[in-house]
Structure formats: structure tokens, C-alpha cells
């Protein structure tokens, strides 16, 4: 049986891993985090304004307007679900919003 040190110890490899995994994926985002909350309010107000094409129209509307590298942050936004306006917002956001 494990002893409670054990159980502790792989907690705090857990929790280490978990932490590791978190910067690695910060460090290897595109895009600021000033950014990213700029677009996520444009796309709430935009889709507030008109359906989802089911297409990053909107998105590659601000990324291009800020001069932000679409090659890049757009295969980043799908590796999270996000392959469209709407899905940017719900799933991008579920996961990088505040
Ligand atoms: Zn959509």
C-alpha cells in the first residue's frame, strides 16, 4: 500500500508536471495575452453584431489590422478548437480568457 509520503510526493510531481506543461504551452504562444483579450472582445462585439460565417473572417480581419502573423496564430487558434470566429470565442477563449 502507499504511504501517505508516497501520495504527497506524486501530488507534487503532479502538480510540477501540470505547472511545466502550463509555461511550456504560455512560452509557446503567438500571440500576447494583450492581444489575445483585444480579439476576444472584438469577435464578442463583432458576433454580437452578426452570426459566425463558420470562418476566421473576423479574425484574420484583427490579426492582420495589428500586424500579427496569421501564418502563425491561426494553426495555434485551431490547436485550442478555434477553426472559426465563434469557436475562437468559445473555445480559445474557455481556455486562454481570463
Ligand atoms: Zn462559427
Request: hydrophobic share 35%.
Amino acid at each position: 500500500m502507499a504511504s501517505k509520503e508516497d501520495i504527497q510526493r506524486h501530488k507534487d510531481n503532479y502538480r510540477a508536471a501540470a505547472r511545466a506543461q502550463q509555461e511550456a504551452e504560455e512560452a509557446a504562444m503567438p500571440i500576447s495575452r494583450e492581444h489575445l483579450a483585444g480579439l476576444f472582445d472584438h469577435l464578442d462585439a463583432a458576433l454580437g453584431r452578426e452570426p459566425c460565417q463558420h470562418t476566421l473572417r473576423l479574425t484574420r480581419l484583427f490579426l492582420t489590422s495589428h500586424s500579427l502573423p496569421e501564418a502563425t496564430v491561426v494553426p495555434w487558434l485551431g490547436q485550442y478548437g478555434g477553426y472559426c470566429d465563434c469557436e475562437v470565442l468559445a473555445n480559445v477563449e474557455d481556455r486562454w480568457g481570463e
